[in-house]
């Protein structure tokens, strides 16, 4: 029999109506038997604020209210209504607590205990709408499986004991019940609660379709399937029948919002397909994500990554000498900070690093431009937008960086790295230029 993951998003489990849709497609799919669920739509931001603002007590009691009526809108809908109100009102009293608690010590501990309230909260409620809905849905913790290292913020799962885990805990029921389980959370070795960082719950139901051996994993979203570009930014961006693993992997990293960016490595390295699709329509199709296809086209999408820094450092000392550039990573790995993307000249060296939103502080922070000012001259500039080319044969393809700027000559491109990749060519562009860049590109490319 096949075994399935699937992962529905927080619009996908906003209310009762959408975790019925979501319960539907889980009743007409026999192979899915493991179910990964993000918060409920919203719940997540009011989280993000009460783990980061100083807030006043009413504030907070404010916004947790907010978050109560998002849940209850659900339980009001349960046959088991008072059941479930009990297990919502116990979370939401930790969670008053540990609002509590962060109004003292503000500790990235307590922030992850808070925001992983959400998911605990929307995994025990669509358990019970499966269930409803004469589907045996059955809740887990997914932190008794998926062992973390104590990184809050951006925890790294240690995978060898979640397989070894779900081989003692999980795999065991699935042919019994279908395990309604959170992503975007695990435990480290102390007990604590951690987080995988922003968008981690395609990491997580990844990571959990590799630790079972799954035959396929399917993101359950609000669109139907990966698109050419934002068809916010684009009015003709259409939705991609199928693209390779390496495509999909630019495209979640440059700024494509669908995939997480670290959901295709688990899938790579056990070659298991990825299917994204929308929980709204699910019969309208998606974008089927493999590691060979049949169409390679030399430009599948254009993303836009918003929120970028680059960072130019530069001394002549770099000039002819070894070991500048390992002394300039260990500053940055000992921040750890992560490096998109890199170009160099005889005496500078700029690097990008991505800002995303909810950060509570510059990715780049005093201390590190201190410690890299013990080396060389350093200049910090944000408020840029990358924007991402991404296809096949593009170092091979002729003349195509001249397609590409040509169609956008007005364009103030502040860096440009190509070479790297076969699958995309990337640059800057000033934070107010990067959608009508995008949507230039797209209509050279696309219409």
């Known amino acids: 029999m096949m075994l399935t993951v699937a992962k529905f998003g927080g619009t996908s489990v906003a209310n009762f109506d959408a975790m019925v849709r ?45 978050i109560a009526t998002i849940q209850y809108a659900i339980t009001e809908c349960l046959f088991d209504k008072d059941e479930a109100n009990q297990e919502v009102n116990e979370i939401l009293a930790q969670l008053t607590q540990l609002v509590a608690e962060q109004n003292t010590l503000q500790t990235a501990k307590t922030a992850d205990a808070i925001l992983s309230c959400g998911e605990q909260m929307s995994s ?11 589907c045996q849905g059955a809740y887990f913790d997914v932190r008794d499986v998926m062992t973390t290292n104590s990184l809050f913020g951006k925890a790294v799962v240690d995978t060898q004991a ?75 961006a259409h939705a991609i029948d199928e693209i390779s693993f390496g495509e999909a992997a630019e495209m979640a990293t440059f700024g494509a919002k669908i995939l997480h960016p670290a959901t295709l490595i688990p899938a790579i390295r056990s070659s298991i397909p990825v299917f994204v699709g929308s929980s709204r329509e699910p019969d309208v199709g998606g974008t089927r ?22 960072v130019t450092v530069k001394s002549p000392a770099m000039l002819h000498a070894s070991g500048f550039l390992a002394k300039v990573f260990a500053i940055l790995a000992s921040h750890e900070l992560s490096v998109d993307l890199i170009t160099t000249s005889e005496i500078s060296v700029a690097l990008t690093f991505d800002n995303p939103p909810g950060s509570t502080q510059a990715v780049i922070t005093e201390k590190v431009v201190e410690e890299l000012e013990q080396l060389c001259e350093v200049q910090v500039e944000n408020n840029l937008s990358l924007v991402a080319v991404i296809g096949n044969g ?54």
């Open 394 to 447: 593009l170092l091979r393809s002729q003349g195509v960086g001249t397609q590409v700027f040509d169609a956008i000559p007005e364009a103030n491109v502040r860096m440009i790295c190509h070479g790297a990749s076969d699958n995309n060519l990337c640059f800057l562009v000033p934070e107010q230029e990067g959608e009508q860049v995008v949507q230039t590109l797209h209509d050279n490319f696309f219409v």
């Open 22 to 66: 979501c319960a539907n497609i889980i009743k007409n799919r026999a192979d899915i038997r493991v179910v990964v669920v993000s918060a409920s739509a919203g719940v997540t931001n009011h989280l993000v604020t009460l783990s980061q603002q100083s807030l006043s007590g009413v504030e907070q009691q404010a916004i947790i209210d907010e």
């Open 162 to 236: 979640l397989k070894m885990n779900c081989q003692q805990l999980l795999s065991p029921q699935l042919q019994d019940v279908v395990t309604v389980t959170q992503g975007f959370i695990g435990r480290d070795g102390l007990g604590s609660t951690t987080t995988l960082g922003r968008g981690g719950s395609d990491y997580s139901a990844a990571l959990l379709a590799e630790a079972i051996n799954a035959d396929d994993l399917q993101i359950w979203t609000d669109v139907v399937g990966i698109f050419t570009t934002d068809p916010r930014i684009a009015k003709s």
């Open 289 to 310: 994500i493999m590691e060979t296809v049949s169409s390679k086209p030399t430009y599948r999408s254009i993303a836009l990554r918003r929120q970028q820094t680059l």
């Open 124 to 134: 025990r409620l669509f358990a019970r709408v499966l269930r409803q809905l004469e």
